[in-house]
């Protein structure tokens, strides 16, 4: 069971790191100044709006003697202070040219437990989550070896527990729903009402998630359920979690559960060699400015944090080959055609939809129902299951036709602007959602 949970490891971590520091992934960048932004569960009573637990409720199809194996992720923050030779704070120090100064770090946590399913008929199963905290002391040198200073790192005492319930299922598939509920039992401590959210998240779970695996039984996916389980699935409850199946394609014994929408089967690209910090899959520019920066720049990157020490040294021992590498990749899954048509000449595109007369996106209509829109049709929204997981939450919403897209592969496309754009901003800019037309219903 324990490999199960290992195969999701690479997911699990780029969830655990999103946006722990962002490029130029120095200190002094304002972009860093607020950090800590997924899945912070905070002590009850913090304040500031951030939860102080989380819920993820999905459906397994559970067979007899089946035992569920959970792991609890998350960053414990980690607050680095300096000091100089003769023991005093200092806010930044100098050492053979090499700077150190405080900054927040994430100690990666982990709660594993094992539950048998027949267990858990009888009411739920609490597993505590306890982490004391510390303090580590690191002496700093100059090139000679002489102590100038310290890091101190500092962490506060965790406390929580996770609550792992199930009921049935009404029917006949023998289905059941399976309940998480991650929770901070820390106290406030003093301060926090001073320090706000700055206090609040030295006792936070940060970037927490689970991964949860079943020996026996499959899970059922949220985001593409089938026809019998869909209604059940519509009254699962999920808040500050979202719960995807996980590992290769098919597999449906892993569930990761994380405070990111992703859809299931979630994988990182095999282009994609370093941990950025960044999901947003823009490795090739993130790669390239980093490997611009200054000398000065990097030198304080790295001493910002162990981990952009370890990006910088990724990225300068990268060779030619594997930077070309990030450029891109089309994968023969149907997103790109099988043949490329031939070039006339070079000078001249192959096809010139300007050229065309037999296609204008401003004019051009497409059935719905039993109806044609274009340009200006009031519609309705109904993505179907299986797609873009941020589409589900466009479901019922209403919009106005843009334009009627027919792409070389002869799908069409349907740009459609929604009625409730704050001031119309995507629509100003040109940018628009986009459907085939079995996912549009005309507007009554």
Known sequence: MTAGLDDVAAVADAVLFEGYLLYPYRASAQKNALRWQFGVLVPAGSGGGEPSASRTECLVEPRPGARLTLRLRFLHRQRRSVLDAAGTRSERLEIDGTPHFGWDEGVPRQVDAEIALDDLRAGPVIVPVVVPGARETETLLDTAGVPRGAYVRDTDDLTGRIVVGLDDVPGPY???RLRLDVVNDAEV?????????????????LAAHTV????????????????????????????????????PEGCTSLLLATPIILADHPQLAPESPTDLFDGTENDEILTLRTAALTDDEKREARATDPRAADLLDAIEAMGPAMVERLHGAIRPDGRAPDEVPTLVTPEVPWWDP??????????????VGEVEVRAG????????AGGDAQDL??????GVVQAVLHDVDGLVHVAVSLDDDPADLQTAHGRFRYFAPDELAVAP
Do not use: I, Q, Y
């Open 174 to 176: 023998g289905a059941a």
């Open 189 to 205: 401590g003093p301060g926090v009402e001073d320090g706000g959210r700055d206090r609040a998240l030295d006792r936070a779970f």
């Open 212 to 247: 949860l695996a079943l020996d026996a039984g499959a899970f059922v996916s949220s985001t593409d359920p089938p026809e019998w389980a869909a209604p059940a699935v519509r009254d699962c409850v999920n808040e500050h979690s979202w719960p995807v199946l996980a590992g």
């Open 354 to 367: 300007g050229a065309d007369a037999s296609v204008d996106p401003s004019s051009d209509a497409v059935v």
């Open 377 to 384: 049709s009031a519609v309705v929204l109904w993505p179907r």
């Open 393 to 398: 939450f466009l479901r019922g919403r209403s």
